[in-house]
Nanobody, 121 residues
Framework: QVQLVESGGGLVQPGGSLRLSCAASGSIFTINAMRWYRQAPGNQRELVAVITSGGSTNYADSVKGRFTISRDNAKNTVYLQMNSLKPEDTTVYYC???????????????WGQGTQVTVSS
């Protein structure tokens, strides 16, 4: 019913920048909070940033001042601008959205497929 498709990952040198995008499509009535998580092998999934439907944001301490989350409600898309990237930012990034389906009017969490970010010289 609802799909989240991520893009924008890749390889970048330390100190560089990447912009991740996550577009929601399908039977969408409303989208509440949208989030970016990351998960390294063997580790728990870590919340990186969250943005509410009203535009309020919050960040993990490890990315404050370097990452910026934003959203385009007309496009049902959330972005993560990542600057001053460090090798420890290397991992798979997942988007998450709380979506109320137009078909069922039930709200639930949806996940993207993940996109790899590698920071290396």
């Amino acid at each position: 019913q609802v799909q989240l498709v991520e893009s924008g990952g890749g390889l970048v040198q330390p100190g560089g920048s990447l912009r991740l995008s996550c577009a929601a499509s399908g039977s969408i009535f409303t989208i509440n909070a949208m989030r970016w998580y990351r998960q390294a092998p063997g580790n728990q999934r870590e919340l990186v940033a969250v943005i509410t439907s009203g535009g309020s944001t919050n960040y993990a301490d490890s990315v404050k001042g370097r990452f910026t989350i934003s959203r385009d409600n007309a496009k049902n898309t959330v972005y993560l601008q990542m600057n001053s990237l460090k090798p420890e930012d290397t991992t798979v990034y997942y988007c998450n959205a709380e979506v109320r389906s137009r078909a069922t009017m039930i709200a639930r969490q949806y996940w993207g497929q993940g996109t790899q970010v590698t920071v290396s010289s």
